[in-house]
């Protein structure tokens, strides 16, 4: 054995670095289940740390290379140039308002928000001294009205939970820009196969995953996209038209609406009574 040689230890717990390499793609994304990455000499550690994000990765807080590959896919299906993946949707929307809004700033929200949304604003926010006033989402004038010159944020749902008001984006946009604010929606119950409100004017969209992205109860997380100001696409490049988007808003009548939600939590209830069922099974011995 060279001087060099790893010794048994050292092999025992690293000898899974020397990794294969794979010519083919693989059918389904590889996981990068690492907090840091391993680098073949102080340079090159040295280039990465420099940039954290655009040389390599370097640690999977800063990047990672299945999230980056997860960003990429929602992305193309939003129409963004960039998406942040987060652990959930609160994580999200507080990242993402945290960013635009600093002490002294004021947001204009819609009334029509998410339980957990309106206890962000109403607790963490407020101790940090971001002051946030509410109005219907479909009186546009009352939007207006609320807004200050300390405001920097208008914030709405596309399609709020649970009352399903659904904000008319192209209105609130302009609402949003004459003012110079950024126009923030959290899209979670409309995915990117329904609309994709960059499209509308939004400057920022936020999903939780959990919900319509992911489908199937079995995952939590959420990323918010974005596109840069001035690269909206016109009116006549929108990819869904007016009438489409009229159409889909129209699908969802009070009443369709009404049912929809509560068959989604009847269904929510039966998967967790069948998994109390499961969970309360003795483990099989065969
Ligand atoms: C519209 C909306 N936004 C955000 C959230 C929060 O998402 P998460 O539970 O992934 O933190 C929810 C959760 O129900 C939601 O319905």
Redesign the pocket.
Known sequence: MSERDPGFSTRAVGGWTQMPEVRQHPASPPLYQTATFIFDDIDDFASVAQTKISGGYLYSRWANPTVDMLGRVISSLEGSEATACFG???GA?AGTLLSLLSNGDHMVAAAQL?G??HGLFGTAFKRAGISVTTADVGDHAAIEAAFSERTKVLYC?TIG?PTMNVADLDALASIARAHDATFVT?S??APPVMVRPLEHGADLVCH?A??YLGGHADV?G?WCRVTPRGSRPSDTSRSIPEARWRRSTRGLSRAASKRSFFASIASVRARSRWRARWRSTPPCSA
């Open positions: 959930s949707g609160m929307i998410y957990g949304t749902e939970n959290d979670t119950f939780s959990t919900k939590t959420a």
